[in-house]
């Protein structure tokens, strides 16, 4: 049997129910979600069951041209009556599960290959757009199935746990990352060229990725007498291209004990491994600079904070205020974003990426992180300047599943060497969930449900950060 945990369904079958109950079930299940999609109101779904029954609801027959009232601005690229999206429901099963658990059930219910569908994030795109009037995942079940749930996703970040995340997820194996990755190994939102410049069309994600780092070490000041404390390695390619654009030093930390490795087997490759030092280390047990300073010049993190944990973002800013120099210091966060009006319902329950991508992960907002930050520091990190990146995330999550599906046929091999009693039943499981983990995300960027911001943080008198300003 697969690893993946079969949900409500497959736990009626397990307590041995009776197959007319369960089936009796299932068919209430179903009727109860076909009633929530007759409310669509932007595009057309459509499902066929596998008796070959079709439905289609189609919301375009009720509000064509829906007005900027009916949707923020920021969504009216998706305001289009021929956004159509077929499912196919191969199971009786994803019924139950979609009732139970909505967004997990459905989840769960395409990896299990109960659901399919040719365009993932065209069906969640659709949902956002009708995301208030389809009401399945609020009521009184709803209500009743969180605070089962809820206590499974509220992990506490301790040291320990921070350690556990960081394996389940960046220990998978270097090379499956490498499969869907840019050259440069860089696992975070890219910056893309503007439309309005004519290069654009020819833009790469590597050049993307590239210009992206280099936006941060512009907003560091770093510079050649820096030494940068990085929190978060990944592969490397930051404290790299820090180094190689600056001749500064870093030290970079990781809870990865598998990216620790290949990251330095890139620096030395590189030639930087006199100016780098990978640490495998918790953020909050970081060693002091040996080289004569107290602390360190410039602080960056990239799309780490997001495994830091809601309990412990004040712990996090505040072993950074630690850390930074007090006289000049600078910091740059790199941030995935839930956007204000969400957050209470989404720091409520858990989601997709935090059963069964990213455990322990939390998402804050941009209020939340900056009123942390203060708190945290006490007043001593002064917020400089936010930049919002997420729309740049959209194209670089399309990119990495379609160099994911692309290269499966070396995926698998590796995760059979990691794994050896894997089964193809696993496999199968892994490539949809990935799959499905990559267009959730796409969607999300696509439809401004998800942000990404860069922001840098100075001490008040940190001069660095208008040395470019003519006075």
Known sequence: MSSIWKSWA??????????????????????????????????????????????????????????????????????????????????????????????????????????????????????????????????????????????????????????????????????????????????????WLPTTDPASANDTLQAAQARKLHHIIAEARIKASDHILEIGTGWGSFAIEAVRATSCHVTTITLSSEQALLAQERIRDAGFHHEIEVLVCDYRHVPLPNDGKSRYDKIVSIEMIEHVGSGYLDTYFGCVDRYLKPDGGIAVFQVITIPEPRYLGYAARQDFIQRYIFPGGHLPTVSGLVGSIDRASKGRM??????????????????????????????????????????????????????????????????????????????????????????
């Open 10 to 191: 497959s736990l009626m079958k397990v307590l041995c129910f009776p197959r007319t109950l369960v089936a009796a079930t299932a068919d209430i299940a179903r009727r109860i979600v076909l009633s929530q999609f007759h409310k669509l109101e932007h595009g057309t779904l459509v499902i066929y069951e596998p008796n070959g029954t079709k439905h289609v609801f189609d919301g375009s027959t009720l509000t064509d041209a829906p007005s900027a009232t009916t949707l923020p601005p920021e969504r009216h690229g998706l305001q289009k009556s021929d956004l159509a999206v077929e499912l196919h429901i191969h199971s009786p099963d994803a019924w139950i599960r979609i009732l139970l658990t909505h967004d997990i059930g459905f989840a769960e219910s395409y990896m299990l290959g109960e659901i399919t569908c040719e365009n993932l994030t065209s069906f969640f795109q659709l949902f956002v757009l009708n995301s208030a009037a389809l009401t399945l995942g609020s009521g009184i079940l709803s209500s009743l199935t969180s605070v089962v749930t809820a206590p499974l996703h509220r992990l506490s970040n301790t040291t320990d746990q921070s350690l556990l995340n960081a394996q389940s997820h960046y220990s998978l194996s270097s090379d499956m990352f490498a499969a869907f990755l840019d050259p440069t190994m860089t696992y975070s939102a890219p910056i």
């Open 382 to 471: 002064v917020v400089d300047n936010v930049t919002s990146l997420g729309g740049h995330y959209a194209r670089a999550l399309r990119e990495w599943r379609e160099n994911f599906l692309a290269n499966w046929e070396k995926v698998g091999p590796v995760l059979r060497k990691r794994k050896p009693a894997i089964t193809d039943a696993d496999l199968e499981i892994f490539k949809r969930k990935w799959e499905y983990y990559f267009s959730y995300c796409e969607a999300g960027f696509a439809t401004k449900t998800l942000g990404d911001v860069s922001i840098t943080v100075g001490r008040e008198g940190a001069m660095e950060l208008i040395e470019d300003i003519p006075m």
